[in-house]
């Protein structure tokens, strides 16, 4: 059975503009550069951390629906960069340009209308495309929430941001 225009709309919605939840952009706008490496109190990640863990599973993700044979990444070490690691602004430009670029990708796949999206993905018959996308929509609007209120624990957030 065809995925149906409706049902490619609403993921593609969820993708990019999160309906009920901020985007990616909206959440990274204006970012303080000389905060990217600070940790909120309680909090043993920075948020380049954060936005580079955002990033590295949805690329794992990414590689899981298109690979086969796929290469399986170990949680939690390959999904977070280790937590000594500092980030200069080249690694958090970087770090959401190969975002954006992996999101474009996952995009294509949703709007080709010659993709099954209710087929599983090429190395296993339980996890279906549908179910990835929804799983990474689902996985960045959390952690963006999340980076959301270390922005405003850390007084991060520029002039004239409505909470």
Do not use: C
């Not at 995925?3 to 709309?9: A, C, D, V, Y």
């Not at 990414?62 to 280790?82: A, H, K, S, T």
């Not at 850390?154 to 941001?161: Q, V």
């Amino acid at each position: 059975m065809p995925t149906s225009p409706e049902l490619r709309h609403q993921l593609l919605m969820l993708l990019n503009d999160g309906n009920a939840h901020m985007t990616f952009d909206d959440a990274v706008a204006d970012f303080p550069l000389d905060r990217i490496n600070d940790h909120a109190p309680n909090v043993p990640y920075t948020p380049w951390h954060l936005l580079e863990h955002i990033r590295r599973t949805q690329r794992d993700i990414l590689n899981y629906i298109q690979d086969d044979p796929y290469d399986e990444m170990i949680f939690p070490d390959d999904y977070w960069p280790r937590r000594d690691l500092m980030a200069a602004e080249p690694e958090w430009t970087d770090t959401i340009r190969r975002y954006k670029e992996d999101l474009h990708s996952l995009e294509k796949i949703v709007a080709d209308e010659s993709q099954d999206l209710e087929a599983t993905v090429p190395t296993s018959e339980e996890h279906t495309i549908l179910r990835e996308i929804i799983t990474v929509a689902s996985h960045t609007h959390y952690h963006l929430g999340e980076f959301a209120i270390l922005r405003q624990v850390m007084d991060t957030w520029g002039p004239g941001h409505s909470e």
